[in-house]
């Protein structure tokens, strides 16, 4: 199985900063990689896909980046709205798995 | 729109059994694989399995393979999983989401459904 090493487990931000979350793969997944915002109590949503590709509707204030195993997803200027769990997937190999999440919360 | 809509959930016993299902609609349900993923409270989200368009390949978290089964009735636009032999462990929020293509990743979830293994 393919384990997806995501940190910081939580982040601290103020409205207009910029955040970076990080996921590493235990193996290259080959930028199959997904990145998704979890609200309390809701389903999570998809933001990015492939990496880098932004889901229609996704706010271009996010990003992603990486290779091989290391990854990256970004939020600049961070808003009231952004705040969240957020959760990378690898979808290289079954058994598909997830990173263990991100909570971000506004200082 | 995409919709889709999970039911079923409750209180079960350890060992029991219980089925749940997933209605979708504003699409071509027999387009898409379908997959089920899991959130056990106040923790990360877990694939659990997931089915081909047709049905006749299905894949499965080591974890529940042999206690679960997961299925669809592309007639009826219906994702079902049923899960036997159930253990504390499997207490989680069961999410039905779609694959836009073979096992890919999620782009549609449900709202989720509570499960709750307890005596």
């Known amino acids: 199985d393919i384990q997806m090493t995501q940190s910081p487990p939580s982040l601290s931000a103020s409205l207009g900063d910029k955040v970076t979350i990080t996921c590493q793969a235990s193996?290259?997944?080959?930028?199959?990689i997904a990145w998704y915002q979890q609200k309390p109590g809701k389903a999570p949503r998809l933001l990015i896909r492939?990496?880098?590709t932004l889901e229609s509707g996704t706010p271009s204030r996010f990003s992603g980046s990486g290779s091989g195993r290391d990854y990256s997803f970004s939020i600049s200027n961070v808003e009231s709205e952004d705040i969240a769990s957020y959760y990378c997937?690898?979808?290289?190999?079954?058994?598909?798995?997830f990173g263990s999440g991100t909570k971000l919360e506004i200082k | 729109e995409v919709q889709l809509v999970e039911s079923g959930g409750g209180l079960v016993q350890p060992g029991r059994s219980l089925k749940l299902s997933c209605a979708a609609s504003?699409?071509?349900?027999?387009?898409?694989?379908m997959a089920w993923v899991c959130q056990a409270p106040t923790k990360g989200l877990e694939w659990v399995a997931s089915?081909?368009?047709?049905?006749?390949?299905?894949y499965y978290r080591d974890s529940v393979k042999g206690r679960f089964t997961i299925s669809r009735d592309n007639a009826k636009n219906t994702l079902y999983l049923q899960m036997d032999s159930l253990r504390s462990e499997d207490t989680a929020t069961y999410y039905c989401?779609?694959?836009?293509?073979?096992?890919?990743?999620?782009?549609?979830w449900g709202q989720g459904v509570m499960v709750t293994v307890s005596s």
């Open positions: 089915i081909s368009t047709g049905g006749g390949n299905t």
């Open positions: 504003g699409f071509t349900f027999s387009n898409y694989g």
């Open positions: 997937l690898q979808y290289d190999n079954l058994p598909l798995t």
């Open positions: 492939y990496t880098s």
């Open positions: 193996q290259n997944i080959n930028k199959y």
């Open positions: 989401a779609r694959h836009p293509a073979r096992n890919d990743y999620f782009d549609y």
